[in-house]
């Protein structure tokens, strides 16, 4: 009954299916054709102590990235974001981590064991993710000097990060101001 | 506990042969593509999750009893992305009914190979205790994602021992919408079993013969076939941020060799007089007849599964399941549990509830009048009216290194029912009821 | 076959009813649900061994379909 045929065609369904392949943009958006990061005068607690909002680090590059200390690839993204911060800091970037956990012991027993190189903020009111537009887990936003959004990455994916890279390359490479 | 060839299906072996190493070849080239494709995308922290646990079964009056090791091991390369391997092996032994009645007169039965016979003691439950196997099964499934929007998940396993072979391919295709709070997800699953009784494959609803001289044994073919194809649609949906729900439909479609070769029907004498409800004799001999299933099948159910967990972090899971069929059986499993979550610990109680009704051909007996013009039966109990009850207990303890340990206890209760025999058969126990218990031992690593 | 028309009538229900509600979280609303605890099949090895003492004890099987849940994350 079940023929040879129908057992092909399964498996060539899945195949195609599996190896099509997606990309990631990797370049940035015009900055004729961009929108403003919001929520840039909110003031949130640090990991580091201070409050910082996104308006106090103007005339950087910044990396702002959602994260959740339950989120395994916000996980794998924490030393890959501590490498960067430390390789571009000279150059203007800076990484602000916001971390979205409901509870915050939750958070901090994390930031513990992974020890982030680059500032983490609490929103745990969830106070910023709805406007920025946050679909997944992580969610990162690249921020111009001007403060506007460049470009977004949704998740963590080890294949995409030359892309990512090369987009916070390209925006260091902009003329400030 | 695979009971022998409890739900069996197939083709003559020759003519499987070369289907299945077709298939094997397929298989491998599948899975050589993908391993191809891994090695690529491999990265930094990967790991190997494993679960090993052992199961023994054991039911009461020294039926069948078993053991059972399992050990699953899953590679992670990233969140989502997974190749599980899955070994079990089991050994049974111990006697299973054979679908005969219970007698008044001592009674006996030719063994399935026809080179034995074995006996049941005035009211004693017919028992076929040539009753030994052991199955070896193995299983793979690769899962990953094809963008934010889909996934896809392909497997394949193969299952034998020495008079049943099974091997089947699956797959699944998973939709997200709605910011990943619905899921609709498709399953197909393809098999092909082979099922080589021990004695060959008998004549179903013959006269069961006294030894393998009979004309019966030597007509008899060495296997039979069957294939089954299974489909399920169903939708996952996030309800809360506590909540979680899934709706499931599915259809399943067995068509072959559906019968028992091991189970038997007695026929009872149903004229008037000294012997009515007695066992019907010909030629001095009690008649008994193999059993004999429709074949093909046509299954459906409806599922649907709850999880939701409490402020204080416990868990409550629940599922009902309705089934029917083309053979008649209708059925309702209930099953819940609930997970008492401590530190580094956790005990679940569970309860589950099953009950089906009986099968269009499911006949206790024949009887000496009709049994020649009967064209299906089957005296299987688990094609009768029967409810069955599950109570169990398990308790899980998370060491410092994040692996755990596990064990659960339960027990397994049956009740049958159906009509009551006519005559001196109406005094003998023809619904016999089942007790068993489980327990398993589990380590994760 | 009439169940079959009620079991697709139920099915297209359950679709309408949950793609077009607001059932559902946030992104950064899963942390209960990214729990294995929360998986719908969070102890595949129990469930496949007592579905083998089921199948092998009962007329019926199968139909509990597979896993979901987990952090959906990205």
Redesign the interface.
Known sequence: ??G?K???F??A???S????S?TWAAELTPSSNVKAAPHQSVQLPSYQGEQVSLKSQKGKILLVD?W???????R?SFPWMTNIQAKYKDQGLKIIAIN????KE?ALDFLKEYKPGFTVLFDSD?LL??DFG??????SYLIDRQGNIRATH??????NLADYESAITQLLAEKGE | MADKVSEVVAVAVTKTMK?NK??AR?LTA?SC??VS?LST?T?A?DSWDVDSAFLLYSESDSRVSAVEPVVSATKNY??ETKLNFKIVADTLTGASPNGATPSDQVQTFTSPSGKSSYNATAGEQPLDDTFKDTRIALSSNWS?P???D?A?G?GGYLSAEHDYRSLG?N?N?SRYLN??NTTLTLG?N???DAVTPEGGVPTGLHQIPLDRSDSEFTQRSDSENK?L?DAVFGVTQVINSKTIMQFNYALSTS??YLTDPYKMLSVIDDTAGSNFGGNFQSGGNNVYLYEKRPDSRLKQSIYWQTKHQFDNSDVLDVSYRFMFDDWGVNSHTIDAKYRFRFDNQYLEPQLRWYTQSKADFYNRYLTSSDYTNTSLASADYRLGDLDTYTIGLRYGYEFADNTEFYTRFSLYHQESSGEKGIGKLASQELYPGLDSMMLIMGYKF | MRGVSGIFGLISITIALTGCSDLGV??????IL??QEMNLINEPIESSLNDHIYFSKEASSGGQGFGGGG????
């Open positions: 009954m079940i040879n129908s057992l092909t399964t498996t369904l899945f195949c299916i599996a190896f099509s997606f959602f959740a200390s339950w989120c395994g690839p916000c794998e979205l956990d409901q509870a939750q969830a993710p709805e946050v679909i997944g887990m992580p969610t949704i998740g963590f994916h080890n294949e | 289907k077709d298939l397929l599948a593509a993908l494709g995308t990265h922290d990233d969140e990953a094809i963008n934010r889909w896809y392909v391919v797959g295709l910011q990943k197909l393809l098999s092909n294939n194809v068509s072959g | 946030k992104p950064w609303e899963r942390g990214a729990q952090c959906g994350c990205n």
